[in-house]
């Protein structure tokens, strides 16, 4: 059942992704078109997420965080457990089914995204560092030691355990970030477990408003 209180969001008013749904608000989204939860979206500025204002609902000044009368969270993946344990369509009824896919959860952001964001930062701020191609193939093999236990425990499932739920939704999430870089193609199970994610109407219609976003800011600032 919906929440009385309509939640509100907030997201970067110009992505630094560039449209390609990659930046945090994308999973909240994500989860709240997957249960059906009608949401706003405050924008915010780089600066404004920096002012006491944005920093009283996110102590270190980013996005997304989560409104919903009283309650005011932070951190994509905090948020998506509390809208998957409110709302019914992302975790199993189950107990033991329920506390895997929490489980999955958690080794998606603590396990498989730290090398991801690791990769990242080495091409953000190191591409003009003399060891920045040995680093970069370290962080490689890091990334795809994971991506091999991943692929050797997925298998020829559809989704980690059972049917979809917000462990996928975690886990596609984190996957996505390797968006042309090649190393998700050397695994064809995750490849098409990610396409499978992408072609979900819920994650559809929360790219198409994320997208919508960057087009708006790129209009305004033409």
């Known amino acids: 059942m919906n929440s009385v209180t309509k939640p509100t969001i907030t997201a970067f008013k110009t992505s630094p992704d560039r449209g390609q749904g990659l930046a945090r608000d994308m999973r909240v989204r994500w989860a709240l ?3 059906g939860q009608p949401y706003d979206v405050r924008l915010v500025t780089f600066a404004e997420m920096k002012q006491p204002a944005h920093r009283a609902l996110h102590p270190f000044g980013q996005i997304p965080t989560y409104e919903e009368g009283d309650l005011v969270l932070f951190e994509s993946g905090g948020i998506v457990l509390h ?12 107990p033991d089914a329920r506390a895997r896919a929490v489980t999955w959860m958690f080794a998606s952001l603590s396990t498989v995204e730290q090398s991801i964001v690791e990769l990242q930062f080495v ?4 591409r003009d560092k003399s060891w920045y191609e040995e680093r970069l193939a370290m962080v490689h ?9 991943l692929s050797d425990r997925l298998g020829d499932a559809d989704w980690l355990d059972g049917a979809f739920s917000a462990a996928d939704l975690m886990m ?3 996957l996505l970030r390797l968006r042309g870089h090649g190393l998700l193609d050397e695994y064809p199970n995750l490849a098409a477990y990610v396409a499978r994610a992408e072609a979900r109407p819920a994650y559809q219609r929360a790219f198409a408003e994320q997208l919508a976003v960057f087009k708006a800011a790129s209009l305004a600032a033409s």
Not at 83 to 94: C, H, N, S
Request: hydrophobic share 40%; glycine share 6%; proline share 3%.
């Open 172 to 174: 596609a999430s984190v």
């Open 33 to 35: 078109e997957e249960v």
């Open 123 to 126: 091409m953000f701020t190191e």
């Open 83 to 94: 809208i998957a344990q409110t709302r019914a369509g992302l975790l199993p009824d189950d």
């Open 141 to 149: 093999d890091r990334i795809r030691a994971r991506l091999g236990e």
